[in-house]
């Protein structure tokens, strides 16, 4: 069975600073990895993605995720918050394991608020 | 361009009513899935389908079904509306098992 669990529920930011999303997955077998925003009363856009190549993956907006197998990590990092940023981010995991092909484990979320 | 669309984006409804929330992709996907989004759970699947004529139920499929006719459309319909259904509904399909989901905008549906 899958599983992921976001850390924290809310992020604040001062604009320019690093960010840092935390996720953990389980996963019984070798896991797809996905991490979503979700702007207000927006849709889901993907940022980046991992399906067993890289284990560094760098997506749009100057995302970059790093997925660590022996720790069950898949942080979300960028160097530096634009007020732009401020959002709801999904770490979300899904697996090969038959009766979970293609579906989508979604973890809590994770506001980011961005101050000036 | 390909897009997945779903209608109506706001909906008010009674309780006991039935309702049907419409999904419509042009990706040609195969996999077509419906979520709800609720504060503090994240999305959580509904149901979801591989294809023409395939449904299956997601983690809170109760009070919701699906019906798959064709590749593009995979309308979610809402037996006997409760409060309980007040949600976001976001429909999303994906070409394949390591692909990335598309998600529709989502329907904001109310049961007063």
């Known amino acids: 069975a899958q599983s992921v669990t976001q850390l924290d529920s809310h992020v604040s930011v001062s604009e320019g600073t690093p960010v840092l999303l935390r996720c953990n997955y389980s996963?019984?077998?070798?896991?797809?990895l996905f991490w979503y925003v979700q702007h207000p009363n927006k849709g889901l856009q993907l940022l980046l993605k991992y399906t067993s190549a890289a284990t560094l993956v760098k997506g749009i907006n100057g995302f970059e995720a790093e997925f660590k197998k022996s720790e069950t990590s898949f942080h979300l990092t960028k160097p530096s918050a634009h007020m732009s940023d401020a959002a709801e981010y999904f770490c979300v995991v899904s697996d090969w394991e038959e009766d979970s092909w293609g579906k989508l484990q979604f973890g809590a979320g994770t506001q980011v608020v961005v101050t000036p | 361009d390909a897009e997945i669309t779903q209608s109506p984006r706001h909906k008010i409804t009674e309780t006991g009513r039935q309702v049907t929330l419409a999904c419509h992709q042009t990706?040609?996907?195969?996999?077509m899935f419906w979520y709800r989004q609720d504060l503090g759970h994240g999305l959580r699947l509904i149901h979801y389908s591989y294809g023409v004529h395939d449904t299956n139920k997601g983690e809170v499929s109760d009070g919701y079904s699906v019906s798959r006719s064709n590749t593009e459309d995979l309308p979610l319909t809402l037996e006997s509306a409760a409060s309980s259904q007040t949600s976001v509904y976001f429909c999303?399909?994906?070409?394949?098992?390591?692909?990335?989901?598309?998600f529709g905008q989502g329907t904001r549906l109310t049961v007063v």
């Open positions: 999303a399909s994906s070409e394949s098992r390591q692909g990335e989901a598309f």
């Open positions: 990706w040609n996907h195969n996999n």
């Open positions: 996963s019984s077998y070798s896991p797809s």
